[in-house]
Structure formats: C-alpha cells, structure tokens
T-cell receptor, first 111, second 114 residues
Framework: NAGVTQTPKFRILKIGQSMTLQCTQD?????MYWYRQDPGMGLKLIYY???????DKGEVPNGYNVSRSTTEDFPLRLELAAPSQTSVYFC??????????FGQGTRLTVV | QQQVKQSPQSLIVQKGGIPIINCAYE??????FPWYQQFPGKGPALLIA?????SEKKEGRFTISFNKSAKQFSLHIMDSQPGDSATYFC?????????????FGQGTTLQVKP
C-alpha cells in the first residue's frame, strides 16, 4: 500500500519539449490533485479531479493538461516546456472523511 | 493576490523554545485551516487543522490559535526539538476540508538548534 506514487522523481527538460508526470494511487480515492511548489510561494493548485472522467482547472492551469481515465491514474502533461515551469510538482489524493495526502514530488527543471 | 499570507519566512529557535508561525487570510468563506509540515525531499504532511467554530486546538506539542474576527491563525510548537526542523505551511479552504482544494501560505522554514 504505497498511497500515492509519482514518477519520475527528477527530470530535466529542454525548452519546447513535452513530458507527462505520472501519478498513481492505490487507495481508491475519488479526489486527486496536482500542485506545484515554487520557493517562497507555497503550493498552488494546477488541476484537480473529483472522479474518473472529471477534471477541472485550479489556480495555475496554463501550460498544463490532465486526464483521468481511471480512478488510479491522474497524469499531468506539459506540452511545450518553458523555464517558468521549473518547479516541484506534487500529486495529492483525498477520500471521504480523510485529509489530503501528498506524494513525494517530481522535481522538474526546464533549461 | 496572496489569499493566505504567512510569516515569518524563516525562524531559528533553540531546543525547548516555542516557535510561533502566523497566517492571515482575506476570504471569509474559508472554513477549514490546516497546517502542513514538510521535510526536505518529501511531500507536505498534515500536522493539525482547525475549523472556525473553535479558537484553539491542541495535538501533542502543536497548538493552533484561531482569531476569526482578525482573520488570523497561528501555529505554536511547544518544547521544540531539532526533529521539528522543517518547512511549515498554513492553508485554507472553502470546502470544510472535504476536498483538497487548498490555498497555501508561502511557507516558513524552521530550524531548531540543539
């Protein structure tokens, strides 16, 4: 029972490249979230999902896309990487009567 | 616009001291205020949370004080230990904590010296 698994842990991208950050959960929770964390800025919500097939924008969605085809997976897609997307990305899950539980994060650098 | 403002940005205390981290919010629709603790290389983990119908909540050495009229809340760590050295984030939500749609403060890096 790993809870939330994020892959990769680290990645360096060149400007204009694309990539997908993976998030998988084994808790069967409906709610899943993507946050980004920048130094001195706290965490900001990018996208979230309340269940399979349902996604919605958070506070900072520009430059990202998500999908939720299954309860377990909530991948985050960067189509044209930009230096402003250098950040640490956290996936979180939440079930009924539970608190938000965060993964270990993906550290992304765009050069 | 930062909806949740956290201070100080960093804090150094001696072992046994009582660090205090403060947060202020603007949106009166917020109804759930958690604190998260984050160690280097790890994701944030829930430490303690409060709802606006109470003015104080204690869990072990951690206490939240909540002032609804001032729209402020703070975290106190009693008898702080070197193992408490971490980054602390306050947060707020409008969903009574039923969703993980959180607005975070900027974070406070705490160092507890032995």
């Amino acid at each position: 029972n790993a809870g939330v698994t994020q892959t990769p842990k680290f990645r360096i991208l060149k400007i204009g490249q694309s990539m997908t950050l993976q998030c998988t959960q084994d808790m069967n929770h409906n709610y899943m979230y993507w946050y980004r964390q920048d130094p001195g800025m706290g965490l900001k919500l990018i996208y979230y999902s309340v269940g399979a097939g349902i996604t919605d924008k958070g506070e900072v969605p520009n430059g990202y896309n998500v999908s939720r085809s299954t309860t377990e997976d909530f991948p985050l897609r960067l189509e044209l990487a930009a230096p402003s997307q250098t950040s640490v990305y956290f996936c979180a899950i939440q079930g009924p009567d539970t608190e938000a539980f965060f993964g270990q994060g993906t550290r992304l650098t765009v050069v | 616009q930062q909806q949740v403002k956290q201070s100080p940005q960093s804090l150094i205390v001696q072992k046994g001291g009582i660090p205090i981290i403060n947060c202020a919010y603007e949106n009166t629709a917020f109804d759930y205020f958690p604190w998260y603790q984050q160690f280097p290389g790890k994701g944030p983990a829930l430490l303690i949370a409060i709802r606006p119908d109470v003015s104080e909540k204690k869990e072990g050495r951690f206490t939240i004080s909540f002032n609804k009229s001032a729209k402020q809340f703070s975290l106190h760590i009693m008898d702080s230990q070197p193992g408490d050295s971490a980054t602390y984030f306050c947060a707020a939500s409008r969903d009574s904590g039923n969703t993980g749609k959180l607005i975070f403060g900027q974070g406070t890096t705490l160092q507890v010296k032995p």
